[in-house]
């Protein structure tokens, strides 16, 4: 599998930005969809956003849309995701994950981006704090 490490995370007031970034490295990294979940206390985690292996498509998730953009570096061993405009709401732990594609196309995975257990590896998260 491959190995995940998250870092950027903070403590930002209301209304600014932060860009996170997540490291890949390991035995296979081809062909992966990757995601960013969130988890606040006491909550279940919940996807972020989503990005194919090409980033020819995105997913994401109504709370941070128009305000969050996933990435890919340009060696596709890194993943971003930067956020503006962030509210208290965003404060949670952000992790990193990505799954096989498999050959699949893109749209057969929309229906299962949410569930966290489609997914292969996980980082170990970093924490984002908003302040109000």
């Known amino acids: 599998q491959v190995q995940l490490v998250e870092s950027g995370g903070g403590l930002v007031q209301a209304g600014g930005s932060l860009r996170l970034s997540c490291a890949a490295s390991?035995?296979?990294?081809?062909?992966?969809?990757m995601a960013w979940f969130r988890q606040a206390p006491g909550k279940e985690r919940d996807i972020v956003a989503a990005?194919?292996?090409?980033?020819?498509?995105?997913f994401y998730a109504d709370s941070v849309k128009g305000r969050f953009t996933i990435s890919r570096g340009n060696a596709k061993n890194t993943v971003y995701l930067q956020m503006n405009s962030l509210k208290p709401e965003d404060t949670a732990i952000y992790y990193c994950?990505?799954?096989?594609?498999?050959?699949?196309?893109?749209?057969?995975?929309?229906?299962?981006?949410?569930?966290?257990?489609?997914?292969?590896?996980w980082g170990q998260g970093t924490q984002v704090t908003v302040s109000s």
């Open positions: 994950t990505g799954r096989n594609r498999g050959g699949s196309p893109w749209y057969s995975h929309l229906p299962t981006l949410r569930i966290g257990s489609k997914y292969d590896s």
């Open positions: 390991g035995r296979t990294f081809a062909d992966y969809v």
């Open positions: 990005i194919s292996w090409s980033a020819e498509s995105t």
